[in-house]
């Protein structure tokens, strides 16, 4: 067997641009490294994966505008996407990585017109479940409900429970720097992760070891969570583990009918120390598309569960309804609300579906943008959007938002928005709609020193404007990113738009 360094690319961005290569050379290169059944060359097949559902409108019209990938490549091991990665860096194509296809920011389509989409959905062998350190190792494709339901039976848990759960997996959950339902006790995937192993553009395999803690120089676990596919194809993982106790769990939900009130409620938990799993405020109109609304419209909501042992769960629930008793604004809702809503708060494939062909048949589209701020200016920023969109965005029905993770120094928002695209240009539903809520949402949180993405990964949808999410530090992401993939190989227009990093 061939070691990975013989797959080692040498050649400039300039040699790449200039390289032509046809449809069925790049297959037959494929169907050389991974074999026959594993390359996808159906046309139709094709067309559906040039897009992720940022274009649902799009989706549910199968009307596609997007390049459309030479081929969709599924891969197994790391030295496959090495010698993949390779023949595309050498031959100017571009690679966008995928594994579990739940990605909402344009980050699973191309900016470039000559690309392949490398599947990492098949990677997916749970590799070690180490009890003693607490940690677990899997393959990127690895779907993270059924790893959790597995650690679930032996009574463990990873913590990340997105809402993309039942679609989601691992290379892609930490490829986009994803966070859970539970993140204010558990921490994002940032804090879960342990060790990695991914390929570089360049075909190199790099490992990094699983160890508690160390000081020997940055962090570079770092350089890979979040990198959204940009830099290199992450092949396996490896995060912590934490005891599963549900028989622990408590959970609080109130009513209330001052916003603002909601925002500083959330901020005293947070800053007198307590560790909820799930912190929440939703807005009366956020709220009253979900199942906890009814019987209080027009109410806003804030809601907490605990987990874990049994003292501190039990110890922090009576501090929060202590902290929350003391503004009579507050009224108790009865918690099985609560707990109903959470069991059907997830998304699969067959929701997300049944999603896009409602939109398909009324015109009416929604979508979620998230950002974070500081505790001085979330408020400000709330109302700021709001008034915008309703006032500038043509044929919305709607905006509004929650608060889903909070910190000592500042929470997020997860604005809800949904407009009638009236348009038979299917490019329209982006152009006239999507970006201009998203530009509003960027501009309002950027002026009060917010950042642009809380979660979901900037994608391509708000890659135009990473420099004012950067500012000064723009020139060390930009080095960082030429420095692992100098050729742009690497999910070309994701985090830093081509002309950007090219200048």
């Not at 790893?147 to 959950?173: C, D, F, I, V, W």
């Not at 092949?235 to 500083?264: A, D």
């Not at 120390?273 to 956020?286: E, I, L, M, S, T």
């Not at 009224?331 to 999603?355: F, G, S, T, Y």
């Amino acid at each position: 067997m061939k070691t990975t360094e013989n797959y080692v690319a040498d050649i400039t961005i300039e040699e790449a641009k200039n390289k032509t290569i046809t449809n069925q050379e790049i297959v037959d290169k494929l169907i050389e490294i991974v074999g026959k059944d594993h390359v996808e060359t159906d046309q139709k097949e094709r067309e559906k994966n040039s897009i992720d559902t940022f274009r649902k409108w799009q989706k549910a019209q199968e009307s596609y505008t997007r390049p459309i990938p030479e081929a969709i490549v599924k891969v197994h091991t790391a030295e496959e996407v090495s010698r993949i990665l390779v023949f595309a860096d050498q031959n100017g194509i571009n690679v966008v990585p995928r594994t579990g296809n739940s990605g909402i920011e344009q980050g699973l389509e191309s900016a470039r017109k000559l690309y392949i989409l490398v599947d990492g959905s098949e990677m997916n062998t749970v590799i070690n479940i180490d009890t003693e350190n607490m940690q677990v190792t899997a393959q990127a494709g690895t779907s993270l409900e059924e790893l959790e339901n597995h650690l679930r039976k032996m009574g463990y848990t990873t913590g990340h429970s997105p809402q993309s759960k039942p679609a989601a997996q691992l290379g892609g959950l930490v490829a986009t720097r994803s966070i859970g339902q539970l993140s204010t006790l558990y921490g994002g995937i940032e804090d879960m992760i342990v060790g990695l192993e991914a390929v570089l553009p360049t075909g190199e395999v790099i490992r990094i070891k699983n160890v508690p803690r160390r000081a020997a120089g940055p962090d570079i676990r770092h350089i890979f969570v979040g990198n959204e596919g940009a830099i290199a194809f992450i092949t396996e993982v490896t995060v912590k583990l934490f005891s599963y106790l549900p028989e622990n769990s408590q959970y609080m939900i109130w009513q209330f009918e001052t916003l603002e009130k909601g925002w500083k409620m959330l901020r005293e938990v947070m800053v007198a120390g307590y560790k909820p799993a799930v912190a929440r405020v939703y807005d009366a109109g956020d709220a009253s598309i979900h199942s906890f609304s009814k019987g209080v419209e027009d109410k806003h909501i804030l809601m907490f569960s605990t987990e874990g042992n049994a003292l501190i769960s039990e110890a922090t629930a009576k501090g929060i309804k202590e902290i929350v008793a003391q503004d009579a604004e507050f009224k108790e809702m009865d918690n099985q609300v609560m707990i109903d809503w959470l069991n059907n708060l997830n998304w699969d494939h067959q929701r997300i579906n049944e999603e896009i062909a409602e939109f398909g048949r009324t015109g009416h589209v929604g979508y979620t943008t998230e950002i974070s701020a500081g505790w001085s200016e979330i408020h400000a920023i709330f109302e700021a959007v709001v008034a915008r969109v309703m006032k500038e965005v043509p044929n919305m029905d709607g905006i509004g938002g929650h608060s889903s993770h909070s910190y000592i120094n500042g929470t997020n928002i997860y604005f809800v928005y949904g407009y009638q695209v009236k348009s038979d240009d299917p490019e329209d539903e982006v152009t006239k709609y999507h970006h201009l809520v998203n530009k509003i949402i960027v501009e309002e949180t950027l002026k009060r020193g917010g950042s642009m993405c809380h979660h979901h990964g900037i994608g391509k949808a708000r890659a135009p404007y990473v420099k004012d999410e950067y500012e000064s530090s723009f020139i060390v992401l930009k080095k960082l990113m030429q420095a692992f993939d100098p050729n742009n190989t690497m999910n070309a227009g994701t985090i830093i738009p081509i002309p950007f990093y090219e200048e």
